[in-house]
Structure formats: structure tokens, C-alpha cells
T-cell receptor
């Protein structure tokens, strides 16, 4: 079983749609959680951190459920520019700053 | 622009050849990392350096060596390249552990 699992997609949605991505992680001692965005053939970039209370950044909302070991990302009012691969990322507990990346979920927003 | 610089951007090697991928950061970060990215596999950690003078193995270290030359530079060496090492390689750095990874733009390596 992979340490961080995501639905690879692709998710094809029209502009203006709301889309949700889910992620599960296997190490219950994991402490830090993130969503990264990766454009085609580019490097990953931090989109947002994920906090236990849930957090929002404009059209993006991230939530964490520690009991279920589940992380989500909600994108409202999708834009063409949101087309990218979204990576669920978890720190490996008790091993400093090393991050474990999910394989990513591909999103394609169509006009 | 401040950030992480990787060289080269593209490379084709023959099986058995050696090469070194270079990475340098100008953000005064303590930690540096090398990942490889393959289709359907996500990013996998090869080696990391928590601070200058230290290096440790990640998930997939076989076939690679690293050198933390100084605080700025962290190089990855392939001693005898194999087709299985065809991948995109990313270097990253961070100030405090898992927060705020900054990635380089990647090296696309093909081993034939």
C-alpha cells in the first residue's frame, strides 16, 4: 500500500464547476499536510498547507480528518488556469522534514 | 531571481556512463533534497541533506551518490547509468524541515 494515495484522475470539468480531490495517508503519526500544484513539465509548487480546523484560500478549501487519515481539496468556480496536477503531500513522522508525495490528481478545466 | 537552480535541464546518457546533476540554492536553506518523478509513481526521495555536512538515504538511493559541497550546493551523481534511471530529477530546499519546499525546475534524463 502506498503511503499517500490519490485518485489519479483525470478530472475533466467545465469552467465554473466545483471539484473535490481526496487523499488518504497510511501513517497515523504524520504531522504536516500540504497540497502542491504541478503544471505540465514544471516543478511542484506549494498551493496550501492543511490544518486540522480546515483552511481556505480564496477559491480553495483544504480539510483534514485525522481520525480517517483523509485530506481533501475543494476548488470552487474553476478557472482554465486551474488545470494542473494536484499533489497531496504528507510529512513522514519522526523523520524531520522529509515529505512524501502522492502520485497526483490531474485536473483539466474546459471552456 | 532567488531560488533553486538545477543543471543541466536535459541530458541523454548511454548505459554505463556517469554524470553529476548540480543543484544550488541561494535562500540560505539548511535542508536540501533530491527526488525523482516517474509516471504513475509520484515524487520519490533519493537522498537528502538535513544540514551542511550530513547526507542520508531516502526511498530509492540505489545507483546514486550525493555530495553536500557546502550550504548552497547539493549534487547527485550517477556512477553507471541504467535505463531504469530515466526520469525527471528535482532538487528542493527548505528552511525548516517540511515547511516551504522550493523546487528547482528539474533535469530530464534519458538513459539509452
Amino acid at each position: 500500500r502506498k503511503e499517500v494515495e490519490q485518485d489519479p484522475g483525470p478530472f475533466n470539468v467545465p469552467e465554473g464547476a466545483t471539484v473535490a480531490f481526496n487523499c488518504t495517508y497510511s501513517n497515523s503519526a504524520s504531522q504536516s499536510f500540504f497540497w502542491y500544484r504541478q503544471d505540465c513539465r514544471k516543478e511542484p509548487k506549494l498551493l496550501m498547507s492543511v490544518y486540522s480546523s480546515g483552511n481556505e484560500d480564496g477559491r480553495f478549501t483544504a480539510q483534514l480528518n485525522r481520525a480517517s487519515q483523509y485530506i481533501s481539496l475543494l476548488i470552487r468556480d474553476s478557472k482554465l488556469s486551474d488545470s494542473a496536477t494536484y499533489l497531496c503531500v504528507v510529512n513522514r513522522a519522526n523523520q524531520g522534514g522529509k515529505l512524501i508525495f502522492g502520485q497526483g490528481t490531474e485536473l483539466s478545466v474546459k471552456p | 531571481n532567488a531560488g533553486v537552480t538545477q543543471t543541466p535541464k536535459f541530458q541523454v546518457l548511454k548505459t554505463g556512463q556517469s554524470m553529476t546533476l548540480q543543484c544550488a540554492q541561494d535562500m540560505n536553506h539548511n535542508s536540501m533534497y533530491w527526488y525523482r518523478q516517474d509516471p504513475g509513481m509520484g515524487l520519490r526521495l533519493i537522498y537528502y541533506s538535513a544540514s551542511e555536512g550530513t547526507t542520508d538515504k531516502g526511498e530509492v538511493p540505489n545507483g546514486y551518490n550525493v555530495s553536500r559541497l557546502n550550504k548552497r550546493e547539493f549534487s547527485l551523481r550517477l556512477e553507471s547509468a541504467a535505463p531504469s534511471q530515466t526520469s525527471v530529477y528535482f532538487c528542493a530546499s527548505s528552511e525548516k524541515g517540511s515547511y516551504g519546499y522550493t523546487f528547482g525546475s528539474g533535469t530530464r534524463l534519458t538513459v539509452v
